[in-house]
């Protein structure tokens, strides 16, 4: 028997959006489910019907007012407000962008992608020829006033393509709800680094969906850092689907008092011969819940794969809490996969160790969580760009 | 009198429930070398650790003055700041931190806690390759994370290097001798004999005579059951050496 749900406040909002923008089916499917609770798998740490008090009135198209809270320095920035990207024409040799329209994220049965197929109007469209020697980046925003924004970006690289992309998220106003999409798709052989940057408000509320679609021979290397925004769920899906492609699927949770920042990732072994390395740093401080579920898929003909997926957490309060759940599904039989997942403290004999060559507790303490997350950092080539996001990680660290 | 650079008076410590140090008194006169000499399990390495402010460890009772001033209620950071250095027997290895950045990180830090101006990334450089160059550092290792797959000798060497550059008026060597070939330990010997000098007093712990071989003391201390139960010249190492440990428990009892 069908037990209905009940309907709170932020999901009747989002009901009544949807249904203004003619999303019958999604408001529908909305109102009979609901906001997904603990009891659904994939959100059992981000229990979204408790966490998504309000929802805010839908933001209307904003020029950008604020000034950028990251640039990297010899990047092409792209701005993009409220969902509508500034396109000058000055981008890059090898670049081609323009727009299309509705969400590039369509098909996955998520109530983020559900929301963001209904709601984002169009779609940032990037097609990258060649080696391309400037950072793009993609500059996220959502201005105006407290605002529930979808936005969109489809990234296309073809084949033999190389190239850094850097998405960031940011915003006005902590009232904000942002509901970011993207769709990376990697032809045969490509070599791309692609980064997205959650620097939201500390009081804002942020979810990001991020697809990629790894062609044959690829090399992929993704970093995936939340700094900011009070409540965050960034979902990761990879999907292999060509032979012999590799990916570095990295990530930095850094969560801070009063924060729950989730990033969930599924990587799925499609085709035989690929390999994967999913490695995601947490580092969690004051009251605050830093989750990462983790999950390779091995399909049956995925023969000769080799996947390892490591979580590393370092907890730097008691009230702190970091969750982790890796998990491994595994259908064909000569395959190498792993995984593993550890939680701690910064190490005593370490700090004693610094600290005994006259470096002051508070500097010691930075010193070891950013030599902990440069792990991740340490492999981005494009060296304005890793200064840039050191940065990013020396402020938080710092504040 | 002038002032030692480091008195221990009845110093007493603990971990967990288990007392280790049992009354240790010791005073190393400015510009002397001192060694400690005791078996494993005597409690050397702890007195190591408690000078350098390792928080494990319960001070029940005593007093440790550097140069005149009771470091006992300062933090490790504090006490380098004030000149104590300790050479570890086991550095500890530190990922993600470059040998380079550490190394400039602690000498600003002290040169800020002393109230100096902090050091020009070149004056830094060049100090580094000065005191590297003796030891047989090169700018390699010091790009590598700090201590991260170094061998033996080289977080050995690494130690020494950093005592050359932090210029400490105290340093307490802790089994430095170990897990070093013959070769290994005369490059380490010269890099802390050419750190002697009067404004500086070095405590060398060791269970082997073979070290002080490279590192004349002058005087040298027997350590049993938690505290010095016999003082002597160079020569007692050597009367260590061929009598054994043994003969000093009595003392100690």
């Known amino acids: 028997m069908h037990v209905p749900v009940r309907i709170g406040p932020a999901e009747a909002k989002l009901i009544e959006q949807l249904g203004s923008r003619g999303a019958a089916a999604a408001a529908e499917r909305l109102a009979q489910s609901g906001l997904p609770t603990r009891k659904v798998e994939s959100y059992h740490y981000t229990d979204l019907k408790m966490l998504l008090r309000t929802v805010p009135e839908l933001a209307s198209a904003e020029k950008a007012l604020s000034?950028?809270?990251?640039?990297?320095?010899?990047?092409?920035?792209?701005?993009?407000?409220?969902?509508?990207?500034?396109?000058?024409?000055?981008?890059p040799a090898g670049v081609r962008a323009g727009t299309t329209k509705g969400s590039a994220l369509t098909e996955r049965d998520d109530v983020l992608v559900r929301l963001n197929a209904a709601l984002a109007a169009e779609t940032l469209r990037l097609d990258v020829e060649g080696t391309v020697g400037t950072v793009l980046h993609i500059d996220r925003r959502t201005e105006g006033d407290a605002g529930h924004m979808n936005d969109s970006v489809h990234l296309f690289v073809a084949d033999g393509a190389r190239a850094t992309v850097i998405e960031t998220f940011s915003g006005s106003d902590e009232g904000h709800l942002s509901n970011h999409a993207s769709f990376v798709a990697l032809g045969a052989g490509v070599e791309l680094t692609h980064i997205l940057l959650d620097l939201s408000g500390a009081g804002a509320t942020s979810f990001a969906t991020a697809e990629y679609q790894i062609g044959a021979g690829a090399k992929l290397r993704t970093v995936t850092i939340h700094v900011g925004s009070a409540l965050s769920r960034i979902n990761l899906f990879a999907r292999f689907a060509g032979e012999g492609a590799h990916a570095d699927i990295t990530g930095l949770n850094l969560a801070t008092e009063g924060q729950h920042s989730d990033i969930t990732l599924e990587v799925s072994h499609n085709v035989p011969r690929c390999s994967s390395k999913p490695l995601f740093k947490q580092v969690a401080r004051g009251r605050s819940k830093a989750v990462f579920q983790g999950k390779i898929v091995v399909a049956p003909n995925a023969q000769k794969t080799d996947a390892k997926l490591m979580?590393?957490?370092?907890?730097?309060?008691?009230?702190?809490?970091?969750?982790?759940?890796?998990?491994?599904?595994?259908?064909?039989?000569?395959?190498?996969?792993?995984?593993?997942?550890?939680?701690?403290?910064?190490?005593?004999?370490?700090?004693?160790?610094?600290?005994?060559?006259?470096?002051?507790?508070?500097?010691?303490?930075?010193?070891?969580?950013?030599?902990?997350?440069?792990?991740?950092l340490d492999p981005i080539a494009d060296e304005q760009l890793h200064d840039a996001l050191e940065s990013v990680v020396e402020k938080w660290l710092s504040t | 009198m002038t002032t030692p650079m480091l008195e221990i008076r009845n110093?007493?410590?603990?971990?967990?429930?288990?007392?280790?140090?049992?009354?240790?008194?010791?005073?190393?006169?400015?510009?002397?070398?001192?060694?400690?000499?005791?078996?494993?399990?005597?409690?050397?390495?702890?007195?190591?650790?408690?000078?350098a402010g390792k928080a494990d460890y319960e001070i029940t009772e005593g007093e440790v003055l550097l140069d005149g001033e009771d470091i006992l209620a300062l933090d490790?950071?504090?006490?380098?700041?004030?000149?104590?250095?300790?050479?570890?027997?086991?550095?500890?290895?530190?990922?993600?931190?470059?040998?380079?950045?550490?190394?400039?990180?602690?000498?600003?830090?002290?040169?800020?806690?002393?109230?100096?101006?902090?050091?020009?990334?070149?004056?830094?450089?060049?100090?580094?390759?000065?005191?590297?160059?003796?030891?047989?550092?090169?700018?390699?290792?010091?790009?590598?994370?700090?201590?991260?797959?170094?061998?033996g000798g080289e977080k050995k060497r690494a130690e020494i290097l950093q005592m050359a550059l932090l210029a400490p008026k105290m340093c307490v060597l802790d089994e430095t001798d170990s897990g070093l070939d013959i070769d290994a330990l005369k490059i380490v010997s010269d890099g802390v004999n050419a750190l002697r000098g009067p404004g500086r007093s070095m405590l060398v712990i060791t269970h082997y005579q073979?070290?002080?071989?490279?590192?004349?003391?002058?005087?040298?201390?027997?350590?049993?059951?938690?505290?010095?139960?016999?003082?002597?010249?160079?020569?007692?190492?050597?009367?260590?050496?061929?009598?054994?440990?043994?003969?000093?428990?009595?003392?100690?009892a």
């Open chain 2, 210 to 252: 073979r070290l002080l071989n490279h590192i004349v003391p002058d005087v040298v201390h027997v350590f049993s059951d938690g505290r010095v139960v016999e003082s002597g010249g160079k020569e007692l190492a050597l009367e260590l050496e061929s009598k054994g440990y043994a003969g000093f428990d009595e003392a100690a």
């Open chain 1, 311 to 376: 979580m590393q957490g370092l907890m730097l309060s008691d009230e702190a809490e970091i969750l982790s759940k890796p998990e491994l599904e595994i259908f064909a039989d000569d395959v190498v996969c792993g995984h593993g997942s550890t939680v701690g403290a910064l190490d005593e004999d370490s700090m004693f160790y610094l600290m005994s060559r006259g470096i002051p507790q508070a500097e010691a303490e930075s010193m070891l969580v950013r030599g902990f997350l440069e792990e991740v």
């Open chain 2, 11 to 51: 110093l007493h410590a603990r971990i967990a429930e288990r007392e280790i140090l049992r009354g240790v008194n010791l005073t190393v006169p400015a510009g002397e070398v001192h060694a400690i000499m005791g078996r494993n399990g005597s409690g050397k390495s702890t007195l190591s650790y408690v000078l």
């Open chain 2, 76 to 151: 490790p950071s504090e006490r380098a700041a004030k000149g104590l250095f300790l050479a570890f027997q086991y550095p500890i290895e530190i990922p993600g931190v470059a040998t380079m950045t550490f190394l400039k990180a602690a000498m600003n830090a002290q040169l800020k806690a002393r109230g100096q101006a902090e050091m020009t990334t070149p004056d830094f450089m060049r100090a580094v390759k000065e005191a590297g160059q003796s030891l047989h550092i090169d700018s390699d290792m010091l790009k590598r994370a700090l201590n991260v797959g170094f061998s």
């Open chain 1, 67 to 91: 000034e950028p809270v990251f640039r990297v320095p010899g990047a092409h920035r792209i701005p993009m407000t409220n969902g509508i990207a500034d396109l000058d024409g000055t981008e």
